[in-house]
């Protein structure tokens, strides 16, 4: 398992996008970058990538990358739960610790 610091070249990196999937320049290289992230990048980069596919993006990311499956489960419970917003940054940020 990667560690939260293990830092990650841009191929395996977490990019986050825009609504029109269109890159916002913020990335994650690392767990704790990504839960750093999350704190500031636009709630509607994180609509998109929570509810774009039938799988987030970031349980995608978190289960294949970083071999998290503990908090990809996590992120996929909340994904069901249909919040958005300021609730749902906080949710994730919740189930991250």
Known sequence: ????????????AFWFCDPN????????????????????????SIEYHMYREEISDFEKWL????????????IAKIRESRIYG???RKALLRALR
């Open 86 to 88: 300021e609730d749902l």
């Open 63 to 74: 289960r294949k990358v970083l071999r998290r499956t503990k908090y990809a489960n996590k």
């Open 1 to 12: 398992m990667m560690t939260s610091y293990k830092r990650l070249g841009d191929n395996k």
């Open 21 to 44: 999937g269109i890159r916002i320049g913020d990335v994650a290289r690392s767990f704790t970058e990504f839960k750093r992230k999350l704190r500031i990048v636009p709630l509607s």
